[in-house]
């Protein structure tokens, strides 16, 4: 499915915007004279990390780096766009050697919170408060989670735990490591329990989309007992979201490889990876994947519960 002429023109006059540079930033060095790509490698030829944009991001495009005060970043009443440039990272409460950067809170207008978590060799996680449910999603390095049963386990790069309201557990990590957590108050049915569970995206199905293109994986079951889910979606270049959405649903979205515009109510924002966007209930929502290399973003959603509640 390709874009419309007509959309092309509004694309095109954006895609200064959206443009990473005449040379992409390197891993760990210099410019590459050209965009790497997973089956090329890098200006060393050496494959990039998997979403090694993410933790080596664009930060603004080549010919507005020197522009003072400059960002992509906008905040309005139903939607924001966190760019890179406007992470600010501190200690996170009762963390260990961690710091971290809120993108997405209450006082946004979300009833969530979502957060990267940059650790180092001893950092150490803190629990959740009381009643709050949380997820982890490995963008580079690896953990160790251990739970209150004894058991562990390594998550690595394009992994993930989901730990229950009031679980204890603990996150240590011997590298230096981002996650992209998810926590949210648990809102309970009666009845239902949600489990732990640990996995990482390649496991899960490809599930159907009808009268879409994209790929889709869900990373919680679908069932009663969780809340909310986390979708991977992975758009080919060219391809864009059929059903222009307006529903009841939160989103909290973290661009983890690629470029495109995303459509939020009014207003049209390139984007590439590192981004994070929040959209509040029933704003208009729409996304294009454009450049040379796939789309894939991280997508929370809640799910399961009447609204009245």
């Given at each position: 499915?390709?874009?419309?002429?007509?959309?092309?023109?509004?694309?095109?006059?954006?895609?200064?915007?959206a443009?990473v540079?005449?040379?992409?930033v390197?891993?760990g060095?210099?410019?590459c004279?050209?965009?790497?790509?997973a089956?090329?490698?890098g200006?060393?030829g050496?494959?990039?990390p998997?979403?090694?944009?993410?933790?080596?991001?664009?930060l603004?495009?080549?010919?507005?780096?020197?522009?003072?005060?400059?960002?992509?970043?906008?905040?309005?009443r139903?939607h924001s766009l966190?760019?890179?440039?406007s992470?600010?990272?501190s200690p996170?409460?009762?963390?260990?050697?961690?710091?971290?950067?809120y993108?997405?809170?209450?006082?946004?207008g979300?009833?969530?919170?979502?957060y990267?978590?940059?650790?180092?060799?001893?950092?150490?996680?803190?629990?959740?408060?009381?009643g709050?449910?949380?997820?982890?999603?490995?963008?580079?390095?690896?953990?160790?989670?251990?739970?209150e049963?004894?058991?562990?386990?390594?998550?690595?790069?394009?992994?993930?735990a989901?730990?229950?309201?009031?679980?204890?557990?603990?996150v240590?990590?011997?590298?230096?490591t981002?996650?992209v957590?998810?926590?949210?108050r648990?809102?309970?049915?009666?009845?239902y329990?949600?489990?732990l569970?640990?996995?990482?995206?390649?496991?899960q199905p490809?599930?159907e989309?009808?009268?879409?293109?994209?790929?889709?994986?869900?990373?919680?079951?679908?069932?009663?007992?969780?809340d909310?889910n986390?979708?991977i979606?992975?758009?080919?270049?060219?391809?864009?979201?059929?059903?222009?959405?307006?529903?009841?649903?939160?989103?909290g979205?973290?661009?983890?490889?690629?470029?495109?515009?995303?459509?939020?109510?009014?207003?049209?924002?390139p984007?590439?990876?590192?981004?994070?966007?929040?959209?509040a209930p029933?704003?208009p929502?729409?996304?294009?994947?454009?450049?040379?290399?796939?789309t894939r973003?991280?997508?929370?959603?809640d799910v399961?519960?009447?609204?009245?509640?």
């Amino acid at each position: 499915m390709m874009l419309p002429r007509l959309l092309l023109l509004v694309v095109a006059s954006a895609l200064p915007l959206a443009s990473v540079a005449a040379g992409a930033v390197g891993v760990g060095e210099g410019f590459c004279s050209a965009e790497p790509s997973a089956a090329s490698g890098g200006c060393s030829g050496v494959r990039p990390p998997l979403y090694w944009k993410v933790t080596n991001p664009t930060l603004a495009p080549a010919h507005l780096q020197d522009l003072p005060g400059f960002t992509r970043s906008v905040y309005k009443r139903d939607h924001s766009l966190i760019t890179p440039e406007s992470h600010v990272f501190s200690p996170l409460p009762d963390w260990i050697n961690t710091l971290g950067a809120y993108l997405i809170s209450p006082a946004i207008g979300a009833h969530f919170t979502m957060y990267l978590a940059k650790m180092h060799d001893g950092s150490k996680s803190a629990l959740p408060p009381k009643g709050v449910e949380r997820l982890i999603f490995v963008i580079q390095g690896s953990i160790l989670l251990s739970e209150e049963s004894g058991n562990t386990h390594t998550l690595l790069v394009d992994s993930y735990a989901y730990l229950p309201a009031n679980m204890k557990h603990s996150v240590i990590s011997d590298e230096v490591t981002t996650l992209v957590i998810f926590e949210r108050r648990y809102t309970t049915i009666e009845g239902y329990h949600p489990d732990l569970i640990v996995g990482s995206t390649d496991k899960q199905p490809l599930l159907e989309t009808p009268g879409e293109v994209f790929e889709l994986r869900k990373l919680l079951p679908t069932s009663l007992p969780y809340d909310f889910n986390i979708h991977i979606m992975d758009f080919q270049p060219g391809e864009y979201l059929n059903v222009k959405e307006v529903h009841y649903n939160q989103h909290g979205l973290l661009l983890l490889e690629g470029q495109g515009i995303y459509r939020l109510g009014d207003s049209w924002y390139p984007v590439q990876s590192g981004d994070t966007i929040w959209m509040a209930p029933f704003v208009p929502q729409w996304y294009a994947a454009l450049g040379k290399t796939k789309t894939r973003y991280l997508l929370y959603k809640d799910v399961n519960r009447d609204p009245l509640i």
